[in-house]
């Protein structure tokens, strides 16, 4: 950086301000000068920019910020105790595409609130996250879907240890098992079926209510006649709404159709689980 060049500091000035005030008289707030030369005030800087830009930059960030996706916020979130279980349920399994075998972790995107048709990806971290959430929860499950997970509000009666050791090796076979539907992009990647489909996944938890209790060989058989194509015959009014094209939308939610797709898996006699089985 050579003499004479301007270097604009730009965020941090509230904080330094307060700093700059603490420094004049810190015995008058408790403190001392040698613990306020231990903190550290985060600002950027910016070597050769106009005054100008520096005020437009200014604006920007504090008016018009665009808040970060919540699929990307979760994926950096580390301390979610779902996200790191989505995360396990991913490098578990690895699945066929054009021939060659891949972990899974490829079809999943953690930077994308949905996925699009030209995308690698199939699915969305957030989608899968809350498969894992309704495996933990059951219905419950839906209303934390945008909820950070602690390891403290898990279910009466189950642990972070045995959560974990029971919820990634059935999320990774029911996905290894079906792996033909997530590749070919069936409604079996849609979040409101993964979430429903958690749902049903959770009666056969050991900390699950023991009234509503399923077996894994009575879940396998509740799944083995659903269709699982994205078609409105099958789906329409249970997780999607088919619109005066006849195309399908899967845009409802977990929150909005997670609880219709559990009923339909749940209980086939009824007429969603008919539809969704194709009788």
Do not use: C
């Not at 490098?91 to 609130?113: H, I, Q």
């Amino acid at each position: 950086m050579t003499p004479g060049t301007s270097v604009v500091a730009i965020d941090g000035e509230t904080q330094t301000t307060a700093w700059h005030e603490l420094y004049d008289d810190p015995e008058r707030y408790g403190l001392t000068y040698a613990e306020l030369a231990q903190v550290r005030v985060p600002f950027e800087l910016y070597v050769d920019l106009t005054v100008a830009d520096a005020r437009q930059i200014f604006y920007d960030r504090n008016v018009q910020g665009v808040a970060v996706a919540k699929n990307l916020a979760m994926s950096m979130d580390q301390r979610d105790f779902a996200t790191r279980l989505a995360h396990r349920v991913a490098e578990a399994v690895k699945v066929d595409v054009d021939g060659k075998r891949v972990p899974f972790t490829k079809l999943v995107n953690a930077s994308k609130r949905q996925v699009g048709k030209t995308d690698a990806e199939v699915i969305t971290l957030s989608a899968l996250r809350a498969l894992v959430i309704t495996a933990i929860y059951g219905r419950g499950g839906l209303s934390r879907s945008a909820e950070t997970v602690h390891e403290d509000e898990l279910p009466a009666g189950s642990s972070p240890e045995q959560v974990e050791q029971n919820v990634v090796p059935l999320l990774a076979r029911l996905i290894a098992d079906r792996s033909e539907h997530f590749v070919s992009r069936s409604a079996l990647t849609a979040p409101a079926v993964l979430a429903g489909l958690g749902i049903a996944v959770h009666h056969t938890a050991p900390w699950a209510d023991p009234v509503n209790a399923l077996g894994a060989d009575e879940l396998h058989r509740l799944l083995s006649d659903i269709r699982w194509e994205r078609e409105a015959r099958y789906w329409d009014g249970v997780a999607a709404k088919s619109g005066a094209s006849g195309r399908l939308n899967f845009s409802g939610g977990v929150k909005d159709s997670g609880g219709r797709v559990a009923d339909a898996i749940l209980y086939p006699g009824t007429e969603a689980g008919r539809r969704i089985r194709g009788r």
